[in-house]
T-cell receptor
């Protein structure tokens, strides 16, 4: 079974609809992240959470909100979807077990492909 | 200027070839560097960390040049299975740990 799961895997919706993307992990990691990926732009950080009581905005948080329901669950919401939010969304987790520096490996979920019409 | 820049490619190489990718980063105080691999429509996965002294893992060699602010990835004896997008990833020092900045990726296509 995958350590980081995302639901749904694909979603097509209309402008103005509220959408929630969910992420669950069984790795026992404290830290979770939401990214979006657009062609040629790389992954950009939307929100991140270092523990259940900690939520932080990333590079491109406008139009998004998150909820950290438990250590293992981190959901991303689009309150009123717009077409330029069409992208591939990834959830990731990390913990303090890396070597050679203060950055730890991030483990990604399989992604959610969202299309906003 | 992007914080992490890569040539998007694609790099088309025959099996068995040696291929190298470079990546430049803008924050001179960056501390940690990585290469991630991303297959088409899949999630990124860590390929290797990049250490100041350089490091090698089988056919893959990563090097860091702090003076010129670039990192490189060398792949020897390319296999068909190496076809993927390679993401250069940097952790700027002024982040509260674990905060990664991703390049746009370099696409590699290895052909028979």
């Amino acid at each position: 079974d995958a350590d980081v799961t995302q639901t749904p895997r694909n979603r097509i919706t209309k402008t103005g609809k509220r959408i929630m993307l969910e992420c669950s992990q069984t790795k026992g990691h404290d830290r979770m992240y939401w990214y979006r990926q657009d062609p040629g732009l790389g992954l950009r950080l939307i929100y991140y959470s270092f523990d259940v009581k900690d939520i932080n905005k990333g590079e491109i948080s406008d139009g998004y909100s998150v909820s950290r329901q438990a250590q293992a669950k981190f959901s991303l919401s689009l309150e009123s979807a717009i077409p330029n939010q069409t992208a591939l969304y990834f959830c990731a987790t990390s913990d303090r077990v890396g070597k050679g520096g203060n950055t730890d490996t991030q483990y990604f979920g399989p992604g959610t492909r969202l299309t906003v019409l | 200027r992007k914080e992490v820049e890569q040539d998007p490619g694609p790099f088309n190489v025959p099996e068995g070839a040696t291929v190298a990718f470079n990546c430049t980063y803008s924050n001179s105080a960056s501390q940690s560097f990585f290469w991630y691999r991303q297959d088409c429509r899949k999630e990124p996965k860590l390929l290797m960390s990049v250490y100041s002294s350089g490091n090698e893992d089988g056919r893959f060699t990563a090097q860091l040049n702090r003076a010129s602010q670039y990192i490189s990835l060398l792949i020897r004896d390319s296999k068909l299975s190496d076809s993927a997008t390679y993401l250069c990833v940097v952790n700027p020092v002024n982040n509260a740990g674990n905060m990664l900045t991703f390049g746009g990726g370099t696409r590699l296509m290895v052909k028979p």
